[in-house]
């Protein structure tokens, strides 16, 4: 087995706070004191889409390395400097207050894996994970708390086995078009894989580190909030198994042993089951939700009518999904085409969840809004609008709180301006602006009102027992290291 050490982090800045008893707080009025005591907020990266550095360090070659067409590559087994690499970066967070939040496979991983087997479609794949899983664990575990095993498998599986747009670039007509693949059955053997490499990450975490070093394992869904397109039943049905199809088919088996049963109920044979053996670990493996939710959608039903690109295909649970409705976006525009402002969808999806999932915590582990593109430097610099998103989200957010939703943080995407997979460098999402050329970061307003919105608001309340915690744990590491 030869494997690199890669690491997927999102960082968190840490928090205090207080809960006040309005309903919805009006955006301009949001505050950090919305939020309970303890609520952390952070700002979240991927290592590959900050990076660079594709070839330092005796690093081997990832798929995007590959999908992005750089020749070269040698491969190794652990790599101390990929292990110093992800020290530092902990010890430096640690240093400066801030936790770390990793997670573990966040869409890039070894060529190797694709080449020597298929990757995701080949349950080696799963064993490969832990195996990597269990290195993260044993080298970061003593610091590193909050874990999550994979970013957004039910996105990877549609836009690298359903539309072919992220590598391994497989898929089948309707969906699009590619020299290999089976847009109807691939992508329903990834997941599998992938929820299966979860149900034995978390297990080996619970037999071998938990007790010792305390920490939490959970998982992040990509989760749009779904709207019917018309008022009828069809349409509401449509909506319903839009998140049963999307949301439910990635968190049903970790928390129920089965794939949701809407998903049973229109998929024939190649949905694979779970083997007995198989549901005793991955029933169960969740101590959190990751939630990355940026957009609502309009869903159409397909059972009874034709529909576009493949909504009339059990895959996407004969549904359909449009940002409009008769030419007239669901929310206002961003520079991404799915992605629109729609701030009551944050409620909505965390109280799907609260409700589906009998209030299990949650973490908002992904929210950000994508800039218009071909912004001038000054409106790029100057935000506003990226500042209105995320006062209005958060608004609703603690709305849902209030009313008993046990969410625990949020992660604004993106600390700085990075590489957005298959938009490239076209895509500006960051607190920090990122010269493409000179790699010089300049902060932006929205950096601004974030640290405003952290800092001052708190400034008369007690230190909050998570500060404390923080810090008590910084000095314990400064002893540990020192002595
Ligand atoms: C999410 C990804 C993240 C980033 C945002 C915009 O789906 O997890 O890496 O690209 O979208």
Known sequence: ??????????????????????????PEEIKRSDFPSGFIFGAATSAYQ????????????????????INGGRFGKVNPSGIMFYNNIIDNLLAKGIEPFVTLHHHDLPQEFEDRYGAWLNPLMQEDFVYFAEICFKNFGDRVKLWSTINEPN???????????????????PFGNCSFGNSDLEPLIVMHNMLLAHGKVAKLYKDRFKSEQGGVVGIVISMFMYEPLTDTKLDKEAAIRALAF????????????DYPPEMRQYHGSELPQFSLEEIKYINGSLDFIGVNHYSSLYAKDCTQSYCPLGGDHAVKGFTYTTGERDGVPIGNRTGMERFFVVPEGMEKIINYLKNRYNNMPMYVTEN????????????????????EFHKAYLAYLAKAIRDGADVRGYFVWTLMDDFEWDHGYNQRLGLYYVNRSTLDR?????????????????????RSNREKFISNKIQNYINIRSS
């Open 442 to 462: 300049i902060p932006k307003l929205s950096r601004d009102w974030y640290k405003h919105f952290l800092s001052y608001d708190s400034v008369d309340n007690e």
């Open 50 to 69: 900050i990076e660079g550095a594709y070839l330092e360090d005796g690093k081997s070659l990832t798929n995007w390395d590959f999908f992005c067409q």
């Open 246 to 257: 999307n949301v439910a088919w990635g968190l049903d088996p970790l928390i129920f042993g």
């Open 1 to 26: 087995m030869q494997v690199k050490v890669y690491c997927r982090f999102i960082l968190f800045l840490c928090m205090l706070v207080l809960c006040s008893p309005h309903s919805l707080a009006h």
């Open 368 to 387: 950000g809004y994508p800039s218009p593109q071909h912004q001038n430097l000054e409106d790029t610099l100057q935000d506003s609008d990226r500042i």
């Open 155 to 173: 996105l990877f599986a549609e836009m690298a086995y359903i539309k072919g747009v992220y590598p391994p670039a497989r898929c089948s007509e």
